[in-house]
T-cell receptor, first 114, second 114 residues
Framework: ETGVTQTPRHLVMGMTNKKSLKCEQHLGHNAMYWYKQSAKKPLELMFV???????ENNSVPSRFSPECPNSSHLFLHLHTLQPEDSALYLC?????????????FGPGTRLTVT | AQSVSQHNHHVILSEAASLELGCNYSYGGTVNLFWYVQYPGQHLQLLLK??????LVKGIKGFEAEFIKSKFSFNLRKPSVQWSDTAEYFC????????????FGQGTELSVKP
């Protein structure tokens, strides 16, 4: 299933690096989401975009910076991360408004911060 | 704060056994309810959803869930599991006045022995 794609699938970065995660959806949706999935913890919502505007910023540290240039693409820019940021980062999309429809998830980017 | 609780972290069953996974949430208002499944090595997929209407909802692969409003519960059931149902199952709740915020439970890992 290729409705929501994420690249890269795996990323190892040092604490001083800058990198970006990319998400693309091919489902014609207007809302996109970033989640963090850490071991033994529930999925945590990070950001929500609806019609390319950020509508939710769930108390995420500023070292994570999202960008939504259009309704099909979502980025997560990373800089000066900490080892505890190592996790699986999931992108999802849905029809708008957010929350009113089911979300479709990508395969995730496994991030390791060294 | 809203929360979603899945009672069982790991369930082990033999093929043909019946399954019931518990999910309770803490929110007094109107909610949308979901069960997602993550098969080994695959991304999160929607199993079933409840928005309104008949509280007994049927999903894919023979799964069903019942919304009991008075108990704040949305338990997942399957009368006869198969080895291919081995996966991690996540309950998720969206409070309708909370925008796109989807709150996930911690997940239940189901292992089905052939």
């Amino acid at each position: 299933e290729t409705g929501v794609t994420q690249t890269p699938r795996h990323l190892v970065m040092g604490m001083t690096n800058k990198k970006s995660l990319k998400c693309e959806q091919h489902l014609g949706h207007n809302a996109m989401y970033w989640y963090k999935q850490s071991a033994k913890k529930p999925l945590e919502l990070m950001f929500v975009y609806s019609l390319e505007e950020r509508v939710e910023n769930n108390s995420v540290p500023s070292r994570f910076s999202p960008e939504c240039p259009n309704s099909s693409h979502l980025f997560l820019h990373l800089h000066t991360l900490q080892p505890e940021d190592s996790a699986l980062y999931l992108c999802a999309s849905s029809q708008a408004p957010p929350g009113a429809y089911e979300q479709y998830f990508g395969p995730g980017t496994r991030l390791t911060v060294t | 704060a809203q929360s979603v609780s899945q009672h069982n972290h790991h369930v082990i069953l033999s093929e043909a056994a019946s399954l019931e996974l518990g999910c309770n949430y803490s929110y007094g208002g109107t909610v949308n309810l979901f069960w997602y499944v993550q098969y080994p090595g695959q991304h999160l997929q929607l199993l079933l959803k409840y928005f309104s209407g008949d509280p007994l909802v049927k999903g894919i692969k023979g799964f069903e869930a019942e919304f009991i409003k008075s108990k704040f519960s949305f338990n997942l059931r399957k009368p006869s599991v198969q080895w291919s149902d081995t996966a991690e199952y996540f309950c998720a709740v969206n409070a309708r006045n909370q925008g796109g915020k989807l709150i996930f439970g911690q997940g239940t890992e189901l292992s089905v022995k052939p």
